[in-house]
Structure formats: structure tokens, C-alpha cells
């Protein structure tokens, strides 16, 4: 149980392009899903807090006109990346809590040239 | 604000050593939680302590929760070329369900 599924798995786009990543909880509700961002050979920064039907919480230093966030149901949660630089290119992880621990998306690979 | 800081960063062993990675806290946690990223791969949940002084064990797998509620320890024993991968610890930020989690350490492992 508990399997989160996260799409696409890797992107390569030009600059300027907007990329939707979207996480889904298959088989549990998630009123809570969480945006990471992990750099090469670095830990989980946390970029967002996902609430269903209403706002994204940010973390500290992360721009939520660049990395909007829609949470429209309790199994779907959205990380639209706008006009995407080659400085956004990193892995982006979504995550979802279910029984008391959280339980990652298989990860998107966004590379921008 | 509340940092999770994890030692070694890197820990090379030959297959059948010993390997163990250190977790601390600057704040008391409600439940730590340690989670495994194979190269490539996502964080995979290992297992949460909740208890002050909790041992718990998985197969080679031993995870201590300290007295104080604000280290852990991952202990494997006799380490298997399976046990590649970066072991990250968590903890809870505050009394939210965000997590705030450790650097992490990167294990390999000689055949």
C-alpha cells in the first residue's frame, strides 16, 4: 500500500518552457502532499506544502510565482515549473503522508538547455 | 531554526564490515524517522522511532532512538552489496507533519 506515483519521470526542454510534474496518491487520500527539490549528491530540500483546496505553503526562499502548486483533489497535486531556466534543472520529488511516514514519488529529472 | 545533522557524509566499507550512521538533532523530535535512496532511485521509508530509548531491528538493520529523543543511530550489520544507497534520517519540524531531514550518508560497499 501507500504508492505514490509521480510523472513525467524526466523532462528536457528549452528555456522559457513551463513544465507540469504531477504526483498522485494511488491507492490512499492525501489532504497533504509535499514538493522537494534534491540537488546532485545532496539532501531533500523541502520547496512547498501542498494543501488540498487551498493554498501552497512555501518554504523560505522559494518563489511561488515560479513553482506554482494546485492541489485539486485528494490524490492529485500539481508543481507547475514557469518559465524554466537552466539554473531550475534539478530532480523534483513529491511526497504524500500515510501512516505516519511519507512516501515519495519515483521523481521527475528536469533538465533545461 | 531545527536541524537534523547526520554523520559521515561518505562511508566506504568492504562487504561483511560493520557500518553505522549517526543522526542528531538540535531540537527534541516526537519520532524520527530513517528513509534509504538507492542511486538513481527515490527515498524508500525504513521505519519510525517514536520511543525514548527505542531499539528497533530489521533483518542486519538495527535503529536506536536516544534517551533524549534527539539522536538515532542506523546500524548494519555485515553489509551486503544490496545496502548501496544514501540513508537518510528525518524528524518532524515542530508539530507539523513537514519533515526536516538529514544530509544523509552515502554507503558503498566493496564486493
Known amino acids: 500500500g501507500a504508492v505514490v506515483s509521480q510523472h513525467p519521470s524526466r523532462v528536457i526542454c528549452k528555456s522559457g518552457t513551463s513544465v507540469k510534474i504531477e504526483c498522485r496518491s494511488l491507492?490512499?487520500?492525501?489532504?497533504?502532499m509535499f514538493w522537494y527539490r534534491q540537488f546532485p549528491k545532496q539532501s531533500l530540500m523541502l520547496m512547498a506544502t501542498s494543501n488540498e483546496g487551498s493554498k501552497a505553503t512555501y518554504e523560505q526562499g522559494v518563489e511561488k510565482d515560479k513553482f506554482l502548486i494546485n492541489h485539486a483533489s485528494l490524490t492529485l497535486s500539481t508543481l507547475t515549473v514557469t518559465s524554466a531556466h537552466p539554473e531550475d534543472s534539478s530532480f523534483y520529488i513529491c511526497s504524500a503522508d500515510s501512516s505516519r511516514a511519507q512516501h515519495f514519488g519515483d521523481g521527475t529529472r528536469l533538465s533545461i538547455l | 531554526g531545527q536541524q537534523v545533522m547526520q554523520i559521515p557524509q561518505y562511508q566506504h566499507v568492504q562487504e561483511g564490515e560493520d557500518f553505522t550512521t549517526y543522526c542528531n538533532s538540535s531540537t527534541t523530535l516526537s519520532n524520527i524517522q530513517w528513509y534509504k535512496q538507492r542511486p538513481g532511485g527515490h527515498p524508500v521509508f525504513l521505519i519510525q522511532?517514536?520511543?525514548?530509548?527505542e531499539v528497533k531491528k530489521q533483518k542486519r538493520l538495527t535503529f536506536q532512538f536516544g534517551e533524549a529523543k534527539k539522536n538515532s543511530s542506523l546500524h548494519i550489520t555485515a553489509t551486503q552489496t544490496t545496502d548501496v544507497g544514501t540513508y537518510f534520517c528525518a524528524g518532524p519540524q515542530g508539530g507539523s507533519e513537514k519533515l526536516v531531514f538529514g544530509k544523509g550518508t552515502k554507503l558503498t560497499v566493496n564486493p
Open positions: 491507492d490512499f487520500q492525501a489532504t497533504t
Open positions: 522511532l517514536v520511543k525514548s530509548g
